[in-house]
């Protein structure tokens, strides 16, 4: 297509020399100028090229005057941009000392002061030196004030300095002025200063920006919220907060869990339980499962049989049997307790398994094993090695898995991954 393109452009010109050729051959015109007894005599076109061959003649001694000075300017920018490669490539490989050393010698080229000094406070933010951080980024103010605005706040919530980065972004927050970037320092300074009313306030702009992924601003979502449920102050404001939340927020596994815990805690077990079930019916999730068997001892005989129930289609799931370990310990069904925590220990050992299981010892009278279980339980959390039980202790338990078979919807048998 560029080729017909240029095969048209050249017809076009060829027509416009022939007919500009045939224009001035009917009447070439005359020129006579005379200057200090120094005259000439010229057609007007020979007058006009000669004019041309002049500025072009001129234009070539300018422009070899100007060569050595320029050549000069063209090293320091090519070096300048080298540099400024050599420092962001660092900077991405953690080499923070020699990003800020190329980033600020790049930095002597107007044309990427702002972005090379931006990226000289950023590598001195992650060193830790937020002194000279800061002093990048009041040069880096001039001519990025917004991008600098944005890495100060980081840096002074790296620092620890969450009251300040939130004074920093308010009134740019408060005009709704921020930039993506902004909003997401605002509301991570905002959450750790517990400022949780900002911190929910940044989160509409954040996601109305599209500047983060689903999963990233989905993850600082729940984050929020869970705080901002845990530090409901009575359970008729929890009640009216947790009313106010959208649909989808009230679905997610985290913040059920927040609501039922803190719900439970202000003696709202019924609304807990109730979230928690309905949740648990749409979607299985390990984390309400350890939530549910956590809501006190109010009508716990109903709760377990329940929670037996759900066996049938998760007989491996290693929380489910932790919860129902844990409830039987609580109604003192010994025996039952144990066949749960010993195969949940086989299956997928922790530090809380064995706590149980020191509380079942404990229960019963051995106060040797109980002990052994908490020092289990220790040494399990810290990564050292574990004592294990006598083997007259386990008893008769089953811990293998149990296998399922799975159908699809046209009933064909599906492997299990």
Not at 9 to 35: E, K, R, S, T
Not at 164 to 180: H, I, K, N, R, Y
Not at 235 to 263: E, F
Request: hydrophobic share 45%; glycine share 8%.
């Amino acid at each position: 297509m560029k080729l017909w393109r240029w095969i048209l452009l050249l017809l076009v010109i060829a027509a416009l020399v022939a007919f500009g050729w045939h224009w001035a051959a009917d009447d070439p015109g005359y020129v006579y100028v005379q200057w200090h007894g120094w005259y000439a005599e010229r057609t007007v076109v020979t007058a006009a090229l000669t004019l041309i061959l002049f500025w072009a003649v001129l234009s070539a001694l300018w422009w070899l005057i100007r060569w050595p000075f320029g050549a000069f300017s063209r090293r320091h920018r090519r070096v300048s941009r080298q540099r400024m490669n050599d420092g962001l490539i660092a900077l991405a490989e953690g080499r923070h000392g020699d990003a800020e050393r190329d980033l600020n010698r790049a930095s002597r080229l107007d044309s990427l002061r702002g972005a090379a000094l931006l990226g000289s406070a950023e590598a001195s933010s992650r060193r830790g030196e937020y002194a000279r951080a800061f002093e990048s980024l009041d040069q880096a103010a001039q001519s990025a004030p917004k991008g600098a605005r944005v890495l100060r706040a980081r840096a002074l919530r790296r620092d620890g300095k969450f009251a300040e980065a939130v004074a920093l972004l308010a009134p740019e927050s408060d005009s709704g002025s921020l930039t993506p970037a902004g909003w997401r320092e605002l509301a991570l300074a905002a959450l750790a200063s517990g400022d949780l009313r900002r911190a929910r306030q940044a989160l509409e702009p954040l996601q109305k920006s599209g500047a983060f992924g689903t999963r990233a601003y989905n993850a600082l979502e729940s984050k929020i919220l869970v705080a901002t449920l845990g530090a409901s102050p009575d359970g008729a404001a929890l009640n009216t907060l947790w009313s106010q939340l959208p649909k989808a927020q009230r679905r997610v596994p985290a913040i059920i869990d927040a609501y039922a815990r803190r719900a439970a805690g202000f003696g709202l077990i019924l609304p807990a339980m109730d979230e928690v079930e309905s949740a648990l019916r749409r979607e299985w999730s390990p984390l309400l499962i350890e939530t549910y068997g956590t809501l006190g001892n109010h009508d716990i005989d109903a709760r377990l049989r329940r929670a037996e129930g759900w066996l049938n289609e998760h007989p491996n799931d290693a929380s489910l049997l932790l919860t129902l370990g844990r409830m039987c310990l609580r109604l003192k069904l010994w025996s039952k307790a144990q066949t749960y925590l010993q195969r949940v220990l086989a299956l997928a050992p922790s530090a809380s398994v064995w706590e149980a299981l020191g509380d079942l010892h404990a229960g019963q009278g051995n106060d040797a094993l109980a002990s052994r279980c908490y020092r289990n339980a220790l040494a399990f959390a810290r990564g050292e090695a574990i004592d294990p039980l006598p083997l007259n202790s386990n008893g008769s338990v089953d811990t293998r898995p149990i296998t399922i078979e799975e159908r699809s919807e046209l009933g064909v048998p599906r492997l299990r991954e």
